[in-house]
């Protein structure tokens, strides 16, 4: 069991985040935002996916003033990312987004953000506030040298408090760098401080494979410590994808479930049946499923009888067939040409009847 750090209960929309609600998976959209059509089948896209909150780039006054039809229009939360420009920023909130990321780093104008901090408790806005390796202040660099974890937690820290002095409680905190070890120790110090929700991820973490493993280590040891309230996992990929991993993650440890769980056999010199064929048709025929339930695929008997009786349904290959199982059971034997088949067919089965 792992336990989750205790921290404050914030609202982004209606998606609660922190205490005790689930941890929460988000996403960004790659459209050009003003481009409404396009962003918004993108949502539509990564909310069938199962994202909860979907943050959108607002760099032009352009995509800004769009945001209204964004946020109408939208199943899910939107956030709007905002660099540099507190002007965009006072924009954006005039459209109803739920949520607002600033790095206070790059805006640098403590005026500046206090009035934006003012008019979000006025709109009941949640503010993200960001640290970035990128955007870390210069008297922390020159203190630290380098955006070592502790000045990152620093800034996050510092930031947090000017937020809080000024009446503003409303937000989360997400710090962020691309060295793992880095982002680890930086959110390490920063949770044994506050209370105060994190978002966390890997930024820049890679291409889907590599971003993949980094994310998992990465996310994987932070919520292993309890810490981590909402995830995106950060890869150069169809953000559809970044959804589907990060759910992966959290479902490893036992956080959230979504979708079949598929355990199967790495194979090796006793298999009898082309397993990674048959594992790869399964996932694809049940990629949209959302049936809660653990399937074991295994190479021969040797651990499947095992595997088999902790899920739900399973194959227990060899000899060209295999024998389908279900709650430990054994059913039928089944030949290797319709196994997919009877497996899908259980599963159905399963869904109706269980
Ligand atoms: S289940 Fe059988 S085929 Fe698969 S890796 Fe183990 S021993 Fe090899």
Redesign the pocket.
């Known amino acids: 069991m792992i336990n989750r750090r205790k921290t404050r209960k914030i609202k982004v929309g209606n998606v609660e985040i922190g205490g005790d609600s689930p941890i929460v998976v988000q996403s960004m959209t790659d459209t050009k935002t003003y481009n409404v059509e396009e962003t918004l089948n993108q949502i539509n896209r990564l909310y069938a996916a199962g994202c909860e909150i979907i943050r959108v780039a607002v760099p032009t006054e352009k995509d800004a003033l769009v945001l209204k039809d964004i946020v109408k229009n939208s199943p899910i939360p939107v956030i709007a990312d905002i660099h540099f420009s507190p002007r965009i920023a006072f924009l954006s909130l005039e459209s109803g987004i739920h949520g607002v990321r600033i790095n206070p780093g790059n805006i640098n104008d403590e005026g500046k953000i206090r009035e934006l901090l003012e008019e979000c408790k006025k709109k009941n806005v949640t503010v993200r506030l960001g640290v970035n390796s990128g955007s870390l202040e210069m008297d922390l660099l020159e203190k630290y040298g380098y955006p070592s974890g502790e000045a990152l937690a620093e800034s996050a820290l510092r930031w947090s408090e000017f937020f809080e002095k000024h009446g503003f409680f409303n937000f989360k905190v997400s710090i962020k760098g691309s060295d793992v070890l880095q982002n680890i120790e930086a959110n390490k110090i920063f949770a044994e401080k506050t209370d105060i929700p994190i978002h966390i991820g890997i930024t820049e973490a890679g291409p889907s494979g590599r971003g993949s493993v980094k994310s998992a280590v990465g996310l994987g040891i932070l919520l292993y410590l309890g810490i981590g309230d909402t995830v995106r996992v950060s890869l150069t990929a169809d953000p559809e994808e970044e959804v589907k991993v990060a759910y992966q993650i959290l479902q490893s440890l036992g956080l959230r479930r979504k979708g079949v769980e598929i355990v199967s056999?790495?194979?090796?010199?006793?298999?009898e049946v082309d397993?990674p064929e048959v594992v790869k048709k399964v996932e694809k025929e049940l990629e949209n499923t959302d049936l809660p339930i653990k399937i074991a695929i295994?190479?021969?008997?040797?651990?499947?009888i095992g595997?088999a009786k902790e899920a739900d349904i399973g194959l227990a290959?060899g000899n060209k067939s295999a024998i389908l199982f279900k709650k430990g059971e054994p059913l039928k034997r089944v030949t290797e040409d319709n196994m997919i088949d009877e497996l899908i067919k259980e599963i159905g089965s399963f869904k109706n009847n269980d």
């Open positions: 056999c790495p194979t090796c010199g006793r298999i397993l295994m190479g021969c008997v040797v651990n499947a595997e290959c």
